[in-house]
């Protein structure tokens, strides 16, 4: 597939090759896997660098015996040397090659030689002010990697000049890969990066799959339903790299959260346990391994959690529970997961929305900041006393806010979604009195587009021009 994107990373990348003529100059790139990293370090690279993958099922002998053809094909190892040790091998490298290094999978050398990393340090610090030496350092396990460079406890502490977190492309660049691929309805690409978010390896998998131009539900079984389907394992293989064995309670907090779970003590009840019991996993899930991320209310100080992850939140949600029926093609579970995505959708074009609001200027007036908001009514029973609105955008300077509703489905009556908006607005505390409200309803399409004072309605057709246009 065409390399989409990346140019801000790209540029990062010849950025710190640039700062290398001065001195020795290291970098490492970090993110979930899937997310492209080693397809951006490979285009960045000419023929002149050095690649390396770190198989972490390699022993160091048949390792260092791999490396050793690699420098002798670039011409820094001579036909008669060979290399018996990591010393010799990073002694060699640095003595002797000018351009850039790259090692992929870098954390797996804790299952090859924990020693690389010492010996590894060691030359970064010898070889300090060696200029054209541009080394960079991948890594998918994001727990590991992050504490091998940022543990004063590891040899590599401080031994990096830049880290660059990798994150997943937007729902932007989402669609020109669908584009690429012949899906070009946008209902489709929605669908799709509901399930697959911006992580290009499964787009990767649509043009290798001969999948081009299909319906996501063809895509989706193909992924999924199908008898050793080709994701089947993936959200337990990368986790399970991730946590290693101690993966059963963080397995367990991901789904409750994936079903609707969101605040602390709604988890912990769900799983009969203490809050203080799981504090620790989801320090870890939010802050070691970035799967959780927490969205704080736009008006005050509440907080819920989300899994940031699509398609982990999509496994969550409807296989981890279900999956004694689900390994074995229970033909009821497939048909209500298939019945229950429209629903889930509803959640996941929220995203969508945003994106479309933060890209489109389409606002009478430049927001600050743009979130969820939810709260208590006053005077309703318990039970029907929580309101929730999907996106509210604002600026402090000039008391504006904007309440906005994203409906997924067709023919949405936008004179009642206005109405419930306007009274669920008004619960809001921010600026009472003094401010001016504005109002954006997202479908699918509408029953009828009116016109109202501050009200914006945007539909696929609107969201589809935009999003060509960027």
């Given at each position: 597939m065409k390399f989409i994107n990346r140019e801000k990373e790209t540029v990062f990348l010849e950025e710190t090759k640039s700062l290398s003529s001065g001195k020795l100059y290291s970098v490492s790139i970090y993110g979930l896997r899937r997310v492209g990293k080693t397809r951006l370090i490979l285009e960045f690279m000419c023929d002149k660098d050095i690649y390396f993958f770190?198989?972490?099922?390699?022993?160091?002998?048949?390792?260092?015996?791999?490396?050793q053809e690699t420098i002798r094909k670039k011409g820094i190892l001579t036909e008669y040397e060979s290399i018996g040790s990591w010393e010799d091998f990073f002694k060699i490298l640095f003595e002797r090659y000018t351009g850039t290094i790259a090692f992929d999978e870098f954390q797996n050398f804790q299952f090859v030689d924990k020693s690389v990393f010492g010996t590894l340090q060691k030359?970064?610090?010898?070889?300090?002010?060696?200029?054209?030496?541009?080394?960079?350092?991948?890594?998918?396990?994001?727990?590991?990697?992050?504490?091998?460079?940022?543990?004063?406890?590891?040899?590599?502490?401080?031994?990096?000049?830049?880290?660059?977190?990798?994150k997943p492309m937007s729902f932007s660049n989402t669609r020109r890969m669908c584009t690429h691929l012949n899906i070009k309805d946008t209902k489709e690409i929605i669908k799709l990066y509901s399930v697959f978010g911006g992580f290009p390896r499964y787009y990767v998998s649509i043009e290798d799959e001969n999948l081009k131009g299909k319906k996501f539900e063809q895509i989706l079984d193909k992924f999924f339903f199908t008898e050793n389907a080709i994701f089947e394992n993936e959200v337990m293989t990368i986790l399970s790299l991730e946590f290693g064995k101690r993966c059963g309670v963080y397995y367990d907090i991901l789904a409750s959260i994936a079903c609707g779970c969101t605040r602390i003590s709604e988890i912990a009840s769900s799983l009969g346990k203490k809050d203080t019991d799981i504090m620790r996993q989801l320090d870890e899930l939010i802050h070691r391994f970035e799967i959780v991320s927490v969205e704080k209310q736009m008006t005050g100080s509440k907080k819920i959690l989300y899994i940031n992850h699509p398609m982990m939140n999509f496994w969550f949600r409807f296989f981890y529970k279900n999956i004694s029926d689900y390994k074995r093609r229970d033909t009821r579970l497939i048909e209500k997961i298939k019945k229950d995505f429209n629903n889930y959708m509803g959640i996941r074009f929220e995203y969508v929305c945003r994106e479309y609001i933060a890209c489109?200027?389409?606002?009478?007036?430049?927001?600050?900041?743009?979130?969820?908001?939810?709260?208590?009514?006053?005077?309703?029973?318990?039970?029907?006393?929580?309101?929730?609105?999907?996106?509210v955008a604002l600026n402090e300077a000039t008391k504006e806010i904007l309440f906005s509703e994203c409906k997924w489905?067709?023919?949405?009556?936008?004179?009642?979604?206005?109405?419930?908006?306007?009274?669920?607005?008004?619960?809001?505390?921010?600026?009472?009195?003094a401010r001016k409200e504005h109002y954006a309803i997202f479908a699918k399409s509408f029953k009828e587009k009116i016109k109202e004072p501050n009200l914006m309605l945007f539909d696929l057709d609107d969201i589809k021009t935009i999003f060509s246009k960027t």
């Open positions: 770190v198989n972490k099922n390699k022993t160091t002998g048949s390792l260092l015996l791999e490396y030359h970064i610090d010898l070889y300090e002010n060696r200029k054209n030496l541009h080394l960079i350092f991948t890594g998918s396990t994001i727990g590991l990697i992050k504490s091998l460079f940022t543990d004063a406890k590891e040899p590599l502490h401080g031994r990096l000049k830049r880290q660059l977190h990798l489109s200027n389409m606002l009478p007036f430049k927001y600050e900041i743009m979130g969820r908001e939810w709260g208590k009514i006053p005077g309703k029973p318990k039970g029907e006393n929580q309101y929730e609105i999907d996106i489905k067709d023919n949405a009556n936008p004179r009642k979604i206005l109405r419930e908006l306007k009274e669920k607005a008004q619960y809001v505390r921010w600026n009472n009195g």
